[in-house]
């Protein structure tokens, strides 16, 4: 493949991406914004033989737990200042957090989506009254009996999808 055609099919992937449809508000469940966090990392990527690191990525983790219910639910993502992590997180859909647009919130009151994101994670959707909003892996749901329900290394998977709550399907006419 050359660098040219390379190069067309990524901006026709972010193209696509950019221009889907925006996801209006029926497909989101009423949630409380409970806790935002983000804190700032570095990952070295690659070292030489002798440990020294060669190449350094930074990114930014961030974390947001919403109160639907009785239920508490964390969804986290990184924001990958590499180039590799900014065509990823452009094409997946999850991270591209931006401290400025959660600063100052007037309320607390949010809406939120989950959907199946590739064959084994779940993302959840936080949408401010705005209409900003982010998108990120979810990795853990509390219950109102305090027990966490996803498993501890992957965090929640597709499994259990069919416990999250969904908007309610539109009445036909």
């Known amino acids: 493949m050359t660098k040219k055609s390379f190069l067309a099919i990524t901006m026709l992937l972010f193209a696509l991406h950019a221009f889907g449809a925006d996801q209006d508000d029926a497909q989101f469940i009423r949630g409380t914004?409970?806790?935002?966090?983000?804190?700032?990392?570095t990952v070295y990527t690659t070292v030489d033989q002798k440990g020294v690191p060669q190449l350094v990525s930074k990114t930014k983790t961030y974390?947001?737990?919403?109160?639907?219910g009785d239920t508490l639910y964390t969804g986290e993502a990184e924001k990958d200042t590499s180039l590799s992590g900014r065509l990823a997180s452009g094409i997946s859909g999850v991270g591209n957090f931006n401290a400025k647009d959660w600063s100052g919130l007037e309320t607390n009151d949010v809406l939120v989506r989950f959907q199946k994101k590739g064959l084994a994670f779940i993302a959840m959707t936080v949408k401010q009254p705005s209409g900003k909003h982010n998108?990120?892996?979810?990795?853990?749901?509390?219950?109102?009996?305090?027990?966490?329900?996803?498993?501890k290394k992957m965090g929640c998977t597709t499994h259990n999808f069919d416990s999250l709550p969904q908007a309610s399907a539109a009445p036909a006419e």
């Not at 914004?33 to 990392?41: A, E, I, N």
């Not at 998108?135 to 498993?151: A, F, H, N, R, W």
């Open 33 to 41: 914004l409970v806790h935002l966090q983000h804190k700032k990392t």
């Open 63 to 68: 974390a947001f737990v919403v109160r639907i």
């Open 135 to 151: 998108t990120m892996y979810l990795k853990s749901i509390v219950g109102p009996d305090g027990k966490e329900q996803c498993g």
